[in-house]
């Protein structure tokens, strides 16, 4: 069993970092927000005062954290946790963040000889409590053999993209990916309501069909359609339409810095920013819908 530190305990660090102690390594934790490091105490993980005093001496630190600035601010400069560990450390970045600040603590912990993974994962928070999130990291062949282990005991699967900042790639690419078929699902349903179809039937018959997606298999967003879906319950989420927001910005990020034109992702991006600052941020992203219907 390992020493893992593990810094950031929100909705999805907090129960990420309780599958570690069940799985039976010895958990450091620390949360600028205390309540989050009491949940965790309770847990039977011990609590630091410090992201610096959770990772000395850990085997592993795991950062679950908003955004690129607060990983960097964790990890960069002379204060940075890089700066304190020694090269046995193995360094698992799990936060959604843009590809470029990855590739730059990625570079920093090389140059210092620690190896670093930008792990983000896919599966919201209730995977994140079943512990069966997807992981798609970017690092070293040997990283990823190192991390391995620990990763499996917070999720299902486990893919190794290619070097640093490609983790961050490949969740890009899968969210755009996400927010472009739940548009077009739900475009595709309205069109079939406002024909007189039934949305479950049409769902079935896409189902068996080219249109056949994963929103369609597991997310149906038209309301009674599918019985635990965001949309059967007032599209409580789920996957809130604040981070769909934030996902596809990152997308665009990484699509303008390869010069590539994403005509589908940038309408996906506005549609979202729109019904985002139509003040359903907190909704779940299958609420989408409703902007269509108008
Ligand atoms: P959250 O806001 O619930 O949690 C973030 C936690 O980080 C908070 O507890 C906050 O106090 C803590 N924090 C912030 N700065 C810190 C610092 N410097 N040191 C220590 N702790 C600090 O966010 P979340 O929903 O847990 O998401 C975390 C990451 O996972 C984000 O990058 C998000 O995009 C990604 N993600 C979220 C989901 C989801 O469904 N919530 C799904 C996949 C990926």
């Not at 990983?71 to 470029?100: F, K, Q």
């Not at 620690?114 to 994140?128: L, Y």
């Not at 059967?232 to 990484?254: Q, T, W």
Request: aromatic share 6%; glycine share 12%.
């Amino acid at each position: 069993m390992a020493k893992v530190a593990f810094i950031g305990l929100g909705n999805m660090g907090g129960p990420m970092a309780t599958n570690l102690v069940k799985a039976g390594h010895t958990v450091t934790v620390f949360d600028l927000s205390e309540s989050a490091c009491e949940q965790l105490r309770a847990s039977g993980a011990n609590v630091a005062a410090s992201a610096a005093e959770a990772a000395t001496g850990a085997d592993y630190v795991i950062s679950m954290l908003p955004a690129g600035k607060h990983v960097a601010a964790t990890y960069l400069g002379e204060g940075g946790l890089l700066a304190r560990l020694d090269a046995n450390t193995t360094v698992l970045d799990c936060s959604t963040i843009d590809a470029a600040t990855a590739r730059q603590v990625g570079e920093a912990a090389a140059a210092l000889g620690i190896g670093f993974m930008d792990s983000p994962v896919s599966g919201g928070v209730a995977a994140a409590a079943a512990g069966t999130l997807a992981f798609m990291c970017g690092g070293s062949a040997q990283t990823f053999e190192k991390a391995r282990q620990i990763l499996a005991d917070m999720g299902k699967n486990i893919f190794h993209a290619g070097p640093a900042g490609a983790g961050q790639v490949a969740k890009g690419c899968n969210n755009m990916l996400l927010a472009i078929h739940m548009i077009g699902t739900c475009e595709a349903l309205e069109m079939g309501v406002r024909n007189g179809l039934d949305p479950k039937v049409l769902s079935d018959i896409m189902l068996a069909s080219s249109g056949r997606n994963w929103s369609l298999e597991v997310y149906n967003p038209y309301p009674g359609v599918m019985e635990k879906a965001p949309a059967s319950n007032g599209y409580k989420p789920g996957f809130m339409v604040d981070l769909m927001v934030k996902d596809l910005g990152l997308a665009l990020e990484i699509a303008r810095q390869c010069d590539f034109d994403n005509p589908m992702g940038q309408l996906a991006q506005e549609l979202y920013s729109q019904h985002q600052q139509a003040g359903n941020g907190q909704m779940d992203f299958s609420g989408i819908l409703q902007k269509l219907q108008g």
